[in-house]
C-alpha cells in the first residue's frame, strides 16, 4: 500500500527556541494540552495571590520591601513558566536514524555506528529492537505507547506536561520543579499571614501587617 507524504510542519519552538526541536502537533497532543491548562491556572492563582491580593496593596506602606518582593517573585513565576513550556514543547528525542532499519532485516542488518558502547539487551540477551519504531534501541530508550513512537533516555510520560520527559527536555522538567517548588514557599510566606487573618477575623487586611 502506498503510504501518504507527510506534510512539512512548522516547528514553532525552534523559531522561538534556536537549537531546542519541538514535536508535531495531532488530536491527542491538543486533548493532552487540558491538563496543562490545569497547571497553568494553578499558577495564575499563585500569583493572584500573591502579588495583587498580597504585595500591590503593600506598595503605599512598604514600598522597597514590596518592590523587592515583587522583582523576585516575578523572577521565580517567570523561570517556572518557561521551563514548562519548553517541558511541554520540547521533542524529547526519537530513534537516529542510523538506529533504523527496514522490517524484516534486524537479523541481517549492520549494526548502528556507536552500538559497542551500550550494555542494555532483552532478557533472551539479544539487541534491544522496537518493531513499532522500526529500529535498534539505545540504552535507557523505551517505547512511550501514549506518544506512539521511542523515546531516548526516557524517565516517563507526564500528563501535566503533555509529553515525554526524556533526553532533550529532561533539564527543562527539572528547572521547571525547582522553581515551581520555590514558587510555592514564596506563596506560602506572602499569602500565609492573610489566609490566616481571613479564617481569624473573616477580613481581608493585607497591608494590616509588616512584610
Known sequence: PRRKGRRNKMDWTSLLFPGVKGFRWNGMRIAGMLPVVFVLCIMAGAYF???????????????????????????????????????????????PAAWCIPAGAEGSAELPPGWENTWERSYSGARRYCRKCRGYKPDRTHHCSQCGRCVLRMDHHCVFVNNCVGFYNYK???????????????????????????????????????P
Open 49 to 95: 495571590s500573591a502579588v495583587v491580593v498580597t504585595l500591590l496593596p503593600q506598595l503605599e506602606e512598604f514600598p522597597i520591601a514590596s518592590v523587592v518582593k515583587l522583582v523576585v517573585f516575578h523572577f521565580v513565576e517567570l523561570n517556572a513558566l518557561i521551563n514548562l513550556l519548553l517541558c511541554v514543547f520540547t521533542d524529547p528525542g526519537s530513534l
Open 172 to 210: 527543562f522538567f527539572l528547572g521547571f520543579l525547582f522553581y515551581a517548588w520555590i514558587g510555592c514557599c514564596l506563596v506560602t510566606f506572602l499569602a500565609g499571614q492573610n489566609f490566616a487573618n481571613v479564617v481569624k477575623t473573616g477580613v481581608l487586611t493585607p497591608s494590616s501587617h509588616s
